[in-house]
T-cell receptor, first 117, second 111 residues
Framework: GAVVSQHPSWVICKSGTSVKIECRSL??????MFWYRQFPKQSLMLMAT?????????EQGVEKDKFLINHASLTLSTLTVTSAHPEDSSFYIC?????????????FGEGSRLTVL | GQQLNQSPQSMFIQEGEDVSMNCTSS?????WLWYKQDPGEGPVLLIA?????ELTSNGRLTAQFGITRKDSFLNISASIPSDVGIYFC???????????FGKGTKLSVIP
């Protein structure tokens, strides 16, 4: 299957700082990427849909100004958690859809675990 | 919005046994996907289903897209210890690439 890579895989930061997580599609072009958040022992919760060259679409209840998403190229989307607080600690996962793949088939990154002290 | 009910929530089985889990939705889906997630990792796609009634296998795994388009099941035959993990079903509706996820089935295999 297609390869999606996230970086960093884990990060620890102080409260009030900003953290950037990268999501790259390594062997295909991704016109659409999705960002999820996963709490322990729970399912994935969609945060936002990122479309190359346009503004991200956020799900209800997700703060746009807190979770900045940029999809500047067909192989890279970034999620920046601004002014992070302990409650932002979570496992963040991105997924990408290849422009050439069947409808709905998504490939996931390895995930990024954020811990805010 | 769309909701997915996945069951069972967890399973403990003996190595070598077969496993079955399923998902039902409150609305029609056009795509059903089954993923496996290991601790600290992202989900890995196991099987993708695109047509009602479709039955697809991937090694010891078999999944079916229900005729009503509101359900799907995943079977694992002759389980082995490395099958341990959380299995998620996911579906998307017409004209949408967004996935709705089930709550997951945690599988434990006793050697």
């Amino acid at each position: 299957g297609a390869v999606v890579s996230q970086h960093p895989s884990w990060v620890i930061c102080k409260s009030g700082t900003s953290v950037k997580i990268e999501c790259r599609s390594l062997d295909f072009q991704a016109t659409t990427m999705f960002w999820y958040r996963q709490f322990p022992k729970q399912s994935l919760m969609l945060m936002a849909t990122s479309n190359e060259g346009s503004k991200a679409t956020y799900e209800q209840g997700v703060e746009k100004d807190k979770f900045l998403i940029n999809h500047a190229s067909l192989t890279l989307s970034t999620l920046t958690v601004t002014s992070a607080h302990p409650e932002d600690s979570s496992f963040y996962i991105c997924s990408a859809r290849s422009s050439g793949s069947p409808t709905g088939e998504l490939f996931f990154g390895e995930g990024s675990r954020l811990t805010v002290l | 919005g769309q909701q997915l009910n996945q069951s069972p929530q967890s399973m403990f089985i003996q190595e070598g046994e077969d496993v079955s889990m399923n998902c039902t939705s409150s609305s029609i889906f056009n795509t059903w996907l089954w993923y496996k997630q290991d601790p600290g990792e992202g989900p890995v796609l196991l099987i993708a289903l695109y047509k009602a009634g479709e039955l697809t296998s991937n090694g010891r795994l078999t999944a079916q897209f229900g005729i009503t388009r509101k359900d799907s099941f995943l079977n694992i035959s002759a389980s082995i210890p490395s099958d341990v993990g959380i299995y998620f079903c996911a579906g998307s509706g017409a004209g949408s690439y967004q996935l709705t996820f089930g709550k997951g089935t945690k599988l434990s295999v006793i050697p």
